[in-house]
C-alpha cells in the first residue's frame, strides 16, 4: 500500500510540540483517560440508549478485537459509512484501538463515491449500518465488493448482517490489541469537498487534529457540564471538531445524537437532554428559527450556536439571539485544517458581520491577490494558511498537491475573503468551479462529467445560483443533442449514477448554444460565470 502520511517540517513540528499544541495524545488514549476520570458519566445518548464513558471504551475495545479475529490487520484503511447512530463511536473508537485507519464517508454517499474512496485509499474493510431511512447498505457493500475486490471485510452495525460480519459488542480476552501509535501517525482520513472531480482524501494526524478541537473547547467554552447535539451528520469535519463530538468527549462532555437535524428531530433533544451547544449551516439555523416561536419544547437550554460550512448573512445572523436565545459563534473552516471562529466576548457587531479568526496564534494566514502579493488590508483576496493544524499535502495526489500548495507549505484554500481589523475574515465567495449547497461542496466538473455520459446531451455546464435557503443552488445549462429530454427525466437518470442526492442539480435549462469567443474558444470557469450571470439577468 502507499504510506499513508502528513508530515510537518521539522523546526515546524519542534515549534509546534514546544509551544504545547502538540502533547502527544492519541484517540484511543484520551478516550482511556476519560473513561477512567469519568467512568459513570454519560457520554453518548440516542434515544433512550446512553452509554457512559466506561460503556462505550468497553464497546470500541470489544469492536477492536473483533476487527482482528475478522482478519483486520493494524494499519488496514477501513471506510466508514455510519449515520448518527451511537455504533459510529464503538466502530470508529474501536478502529482506533485496533490500529486501523477510519475513512468517513457520509450517509448519502452511493457506490460511486464509496468506490472512489475504496480505490484511493486503498482500504480492504467497510462498516455499514443495516438498513438506515429506507436505504439497504448491505446492497452497497455487495455492489463495493464487486467492483472493489480488495475490500473484503464489510462489518455491519445491525442485528442483521446478513452474509456480513456484526459489529462485536462484547470482548474477546484472548485478542492482545496493538500499542498506541505514536501521536505524529495517521489518525484518519478525511474527504474533500472538491473543487474538481471527485474528493481527494485528507489524512489527519492524532497530534494536530486533537490539538484543532481541544483548543476549539477552550474558544467555545466547552466543559464536561456541556451537552453537544450532533445535528448534522457526525462523520462531516464540521459537527466533528468545531467543537464537535470530538472535542466534548475530549472534555469530558455528553453527546446526543439526533437522526435529522430538522426542528422536529432536534427541539425535542435539546429539551429532554438539556443540549448547551451545536452546530448547523445556514439553510438549517434559518429553519429552526422559522420553527422557534412557534415550538412546544423549552428550548432555552441552548447557550451556543455554532453556524458554519457556508457564509452566513449578517441579516439573518442578527436573528439569531432574539430568535432562540442564545449566543451565535459563526465558523468558517476547512477539513484541510484552517478553523476561525468569532468568540464569544467579541461584541455583537464582529459575530453577526464576519466568519470569526483563527484559532492558534500559529495559524499563519496569507491574503493575497491574482499574482500572488499581499492584498491591500481590507480588500478581497485569496486565502493562503499553514498551522499546526492545516496539512501538507493531499494522499496519493501530486497533481492537487501541486495545485493546493505552496513551495513553502501554504495551503491554497480556494476561499476570497476580506482580513478586517484583529485578524478576523469575512469570506466573499469561493474561487473555483464549485458549489456550496447547504454546507455540502460539489464538484461542478463531477456534474458535468455525469451528464455528458447521458445520450441526449451534448454539452452541459454546472454553476452554482445564489439560493436563500440552501445559500447556493446547481443549475445544469444543459444543450441536448436529438430530441431533448424532459428536465425531471434527466434528474431521474442522474439518480441512477450511484452518487450522493446532493449532487443531482437542483434546476435544469436547456440552451441552444454557449456563447464563446471570436477564437471560438471560452474557459470552463469563464462559460459558468456567463451563463450564471445571464441567468441572473433574466431573474430580475
Not at 171 to 198: E, K, R, Y
Not at 375 to 384: D, K, R, V
Amino acid at each position: 500500500m502507499i504510506p499513508l502520511r502528513q508530515t510537518w517540517p521539522e523546526d515546524f513540528a519542534r515549534r509546534y510540540r514546544e509551544k504545547g499544541y502538540w502533547r502527544g495524545e492519541t484517540f484511543s488514549g484520551f478516550l482511556r483517560q476519560r473513561a477512567a476520570e469519568h467512568p459513570d458519566a454519560t457520554a453518548i445518548v440516542q434515544g433512550e440508549r446512553r452509554w457512559s464513558y466506561a460503556e462505550l471504551l468497553a464497546r470500541a475495545e470489544a469492536a477492536a478485537a473483533g476487527y482482528l479475529k475478522a482478519g483486520l490487520k493494524p494499519g488496514d484503511r477501513v471506510v466508514v459509512q455510519l449515520p448518527n447512530i451511537a455504533e459510529f463511536f464503538s466502530a470508529v473508537f474501536g478502529l482506533f484501538r485496533a490500529g486501523m485507519i477510519p475513512l468517513y464517508a457520509l450517509p448519502a454517499h452511493r457506490i460511486t463515491e464509496i468506490a472512489h474512496f475504496a480505490r484511493k485509499s486503498e482500504a480492504s474493510g467497510y462498516i455499514i449500518a443495516g438498513r438506515y431511512e429506507g436505504f439497504d447498505y448491505r446492497d452497497l457493500a455487495r455492489a463495493l465488493r464487486a467492483e472493489v475486490p480488495a475490500v473484503q471485510h464489510v462489518i455491519v452495525a445491525a442485528d442483521d448482517a446478513a452474509e456480513f460480519t456484526p459489529l462485536a459488542t462484547e470482548a474477546d480476552a484472548s485478542l492482545a490489541l496493538p500499542p498506541d501509535p505514536p501521536s505524529s501517525d495517521v489518525a484518519f482520513i478525511q474527504i474533500s469537498g472538491g473543487s474538481t472531480g471527485l474528493s481527494k482524501l485528507i489524512p489527519r494526524t492524532h497530534d494536530d487534529y486533537i490539538y484543532s478541537f481541544r483548543a476549539s473547547n477552550e474558544i467555545c467554552g466547552v466543559t464536561p457540564e456541556s451537552v453537544f447535539l450532533v445535528a448534522l451528520p457526525a462523520a462531516h469535519n464540521f459537527p466533528m471538531s468545531s467543537p464537535g463530538h470530538m472535542g466534548a468527549l475530549h472534555a469530558g462532555a455528553t453527546v446526543v445524537l439526533s437522526p435529522s437535524p430538522s426542528p422536529d428531530a432536534a427541539f425535542p433533544l435539546i429539551a429532554k437532554e438539556k443540549v448547551t451547544i451545536t452546530g448547523l449551516v445556514p439553510p438549517l439555523a434559518l429553519l429552526w428559527m422559522q420553527a422557534a416561536p412557534a415550538t412546544p419544547h423549552d428550548i432555552s437550554s441552548l447557550e451556543v450556536l455554532l453556524v458554519g460550512g457556508a457564509k452566513f448573512t449578517p441579516e439573518v445572523a442578527r436573528r439569531v439571539r432574539p430568535t432562540l436565545g442564545c449566543t451565535l459563534q459563526q465558523v468558517f473552516g476547512m477539513a484541510e485544517g484552517l478553523v476561525n471562529y468569532t468568540r464569544l466576548d467579541d461584541s455583537e457587531e464582529i459575530i453577526t458581520t464576519c466568519q470569526g479568526r483563527p484559532i492558534s496564534p500559529d495559524d499563519e494566514v496569507l491574503v493575497v491577490d491574482d499574482l500572488g502579493n499581499p492584498a491591500p488590508e481590507g480588500e478581497p483576496g485569496y486565502l493562503l494558511a499553514r498551522g499546526p493544524y492545516t496539512i501538507r499535502g493531499y494522499h496519493n495526489d501530486e497533481a492537487a498537491n501541486a495545485r493546493s500548495f505552496t513551495s513553502d507549505g501554504f495551503y491554497r484554500t480556494g476561499d476570497i475573503v476580506r482580513r478586517l481589523p484583529g485578524g478576523y475574515l469575512e469570506v466573499q465567495g469561493r474561487a473555483g468551479d464549485h458549489i456550496n449547497r447547504a454546507g455540502e461542496k460539489i464538484s461542478a466538473e463531477e456534474i458535468e462529467d455525469h451528464l455528458l455520459a447521458h445520450p441526449s446531451v451534448f454539452d452541459v455546464a454546472i454553476v452554482s445560483i445564489p439560493d436563500e435557503f440552501l445559500g447556493e443552488r446547481s443549475c445544469a445549462f444543459v444543450i441536448p443533442q436529438g430530441e431533448k429530454p424532459k428536465g425531471a427525466a434527466l434528474k431521474a437518470w442522474m439518480r441512477t449514477r450511484g452518487i450522493a442526492e446532493f449532487k443531482v442539480p437542483d434546476q435544469i435549462v436547456f440552451v441552444e448554444q454557449f456563447a464563446t469567443t471570436a477564437a471560438g474558444k471560452v474557459s470552463r470557469k469563464e462559460l459558468r460565470a456567463r451563463l450564471r450571470a445571464e441567468f441572473l439577468e433574466k431573474q430580475d
